[in-house]
């Protein structure tokens, strides 16, 4: 198994922290982790991983060791996913995200379909605008490791989203998996199968009882479907 190094980087004047792990010289897998997570929520896919990728953990923006920021929203997310694979000199990579990772990555792979190799999608919620989530509490009611100045501005965007994120969908050109925890889940099977079914060439892929966290509640389940698709074709 391959160690991890942890590293920062400065993307437009603020420091961001990320995990890379494997051979600097194989293909390039980027992760993005759920709302409330950082890069470390990966270690055990990456430790898998590792041995054929190199695997790049981004601590998103409001998260993880990085520095905190004024404003939030998916978009400073998607673009901050840009900044992040320019400064390491990325042009193409494979890419996944978890539940709010997983909506960044679909607007970055809608924005920049060309940079995208293979997408893999973790029971995210579809940017179809539908949600009722209520607004949270202006302090945490227990301890946060992550800014939760984050949470409101996120879930605002859930509930109303930008109509053309749904409408860009089908701009997406990787090859595309979405994979989803079935009926313990909070995101319905339905709204999965209404995304994946707009994006050219996507495989849906259901792990039932595997709930919101599909990575860690059925680990080698969702291994398994994932190492078969990011095999080369």
């Known amino acids: 198994m391959s160690s991890t190094s942890e590293r920062s980087i400065r993307l437009d004047g603020t420091v961001f922290r990320y995990r890379e792990t494997g051979d600097s010289s194989g293909p390039v897998l980027v992760l993005l982790h759920a709302l409330g997570e950082d890069a470390s929520d990966w270690d055990e896919v990456t430790a898998a991983l590792s041995n054929r990728y190199r695997v790049l953990a981004l601590d998103q923006r409001g998260h993880g060791q990085g520095e ?32 709010m990772g997983g909506l960044v ?76 925890g079935g009926s313990t889940s909070h995101i319905p099977h339905e709204e999965l199968e209404a995304l994946s079914k707009l994006i050219p060439g996507c495989r849906l892929v259901t792990i039932e009882g595997a709930g919101h966290e599909v990575h860690s509640a059925r680990h080698e389940q969702f291994l398994a479907v994932v190492e078969e698709f990011l095999a080369p074709q």
């Open 68 to 99: 905190y920021t004024a404003r939030y929203s998916f978009e400073l997310m998607r673009d901050d996913l840009r900044d992040f694979v320019d400064a390491l000199g990325l042009e193409q990579f494979s890419l996944m995200g978890h539940s």
């Open 105 to 180: 990555a679909l607007l970055f792979a809608e924005e920049h379909p060309e940079r995208v190799q293979r997408l893999a999608i973790e029971d995210a919620a579809p940017p179809a605008g539908s949600s009722n989530r209520p607004e949270p509490p202006p302090e945490p009611p227990e301890p946060v490791s992550f800014d939760w100045r984050v949470v409101a501005p996120i879930r605002r965007q859930l509930n109303d989203a930008d109509p053309a994120w749904w409408d860009r969908l089908p701009r997406i050109t990787a090859p595309t998996l979405v994979v989803g």
